[in-house]
């Protein structure tokens, strides 16, 4: 699979033991367990990509150092896509023809989740803790993906909300135009269209965007809110040149932007954007799972981040489930596994599955950055 492919830190879950649990996965050995993930390493999401996967590397080594799960380490290998859906179709192909892959761990991007989502379904490989959150992932049909997050339009309309309340109606969308953004800007669309408002929108293309157009456009109507439903780079760049104009407005967008790269992309523009969050605050001295990753985190000389957080919380199911399998460790059991868990507990924060409930978590909540590039409730 060439230099797209890279070993990472280890994280062996259970094996399998038994010859033919062995044949139907060579990701499970009698030492380690090996889970892959398929995402940008490379491209304008590569630093928040890598963020979240730090943040579950702090319990996968936890785990590694203490012996494993159930004796064996875990191994995270992770593969290159570069934000091409193409690229991980191919790769999850060439892993489950191979009978290589056990579950596709914290995929990333709406387009290569769709892509992976196809192939899980078809061949009962599990899709664990998927890191963005597209409504086709939550409309209760597709049976492989398990989610520790709510879906984009609950955030999206609870913000769209919340800007309604303090009185601003006149709405501009900068959207990708993808699995990701056109599915949002048709709820939003939906949603102001029940009060009989008609948001500006503007399309970009989220691996390269052009925002010239939307600049124009947006900063001719002077609209009160400008939602940013795009990638941090496209996002960040945005809010960048809105102000080198003049431009005055509310700027929002949603937790797939809510990285310390995303921040840092802001510079001196950061102040006041509000960005909308899915699990609770990193540096929360009053939940209990915020303090535990946050003393990890810190350990292990990592900023924290809700990014960081939400890989340490998707980590902490995996391990579990590896756990509950037992000997077993085969993609059919880690799926059984992981809908028994009824209510996992980390800390002031719960998950939930069931054999007909993919949707862990529902749990949104809004924030806004300040004046020294802090998140703030």
């Known amino acids: 699979m060439n230099g797209s492919l890279r070993a990472a830190c280890a994280v062996v879950f259970f094996s399998l033991g038994q010859a033919a649990a062995l044949a139907q996965s060579l990701a499970v050995t009698a030492t380690s367990v090996r889970i892959h993930h398929i995402g940008p390493f490379t491209g304008p999401l590569a630093s928040a990509n890598n963020e979240s996967l730090a943040g579950a590397k702090l319990v996968f080594d936890r785990v590694n150092q203490a012996g494993g799960v159930n004796g064996r380490k875990v191994e995270l290998v992770e593969i290159d896509d570069k934000q091409d859906a193409k690229l991980t179709d191919q790769f999850a192909a060439d892993l489950i023809t191979k009978k290589e892959v056990l579950a596709f761990f914290m995929p990333r991007t709406s387009p290569s989740i769709q892509a992976l989502l196809k192939l899980s379904e078809v061949n009962g490989v599990p899709l664990v803790a998927p890191q963005v959150g597209p409504e086709f992932l939550y409309d209760g049909q597709q049976k492989t993906a398990f ?3 709510a879906s984009y339009s609950s955030e999206l309309i609870r913000a769209i909300d919340l800007q309604l309340r303090l009185g601003r109606t006149k709405f501009a969308f900068l959207t990708s135009d993808d699995a990701y953004g056109n599915p949002l800007l048709a709820a939003a669309t939906k949603r102001l269209a029940e009060i009989k408002l008609t948001p500006l929108f503007e399309k ?3 691996r390269n965007a052009n925002t010239d157009a939307a600049l124009a456009k947006f900063l001719a109507a002077k609209p009160d809110v400008v939602f940013l439903i795009c990638n941090a780079a496209c996002a960040s760049g945005f809010v960048n040149r809105y102000a080198e104009r003049g431009g005055l407005t509310q700027f929002v967008t949603l937790s797939n932007n809510s990285s310390n790269s995303f921040i840092k992309g802001l510079g001196a523009n950061a102040r006041g954007v509000i960005v ?3 699990v609770p605050l990193p ?17 292990a000389k990592q900023e924290p981040s809700h990014a960081g957080l939400q890989g340490y919380i998707s980590a902490r199911l995996l391990v579990e489930g590896i756990r509950r399998t037992g000997k077993n460790v085969a993609a059919a059991s880690l799926m059984s596994a992981i809908e028994g868990l009824r209510a996992f507990e980390l800390g ?30």
């Not at 929360?284 to 003393?295: D, I, L, N, P």
């Not at 939930?352 to 909540?365: A, I, P």
């Open 147 to 149: 989610t520790v997050r």
């Open 204 to 206: 970009v293309d989220n």
């Open 276 to 278: 909308m969050q899915v």
């Open 283 to 299: 540096t929360s001295k009053t939940v209990g799972v915020s303090k535990e990753y946050a003393a990890a985190a810190l350990a």
């Open 348 to 377: 002031d924060f719960t998950l939930s599955y069931g054999v007909n409930d993919r949707l862990g978590s529902s749990f949104v909540e809004d924030t806004i950055i300040s004046k020294d590039g802090k998140f703030l409730r």
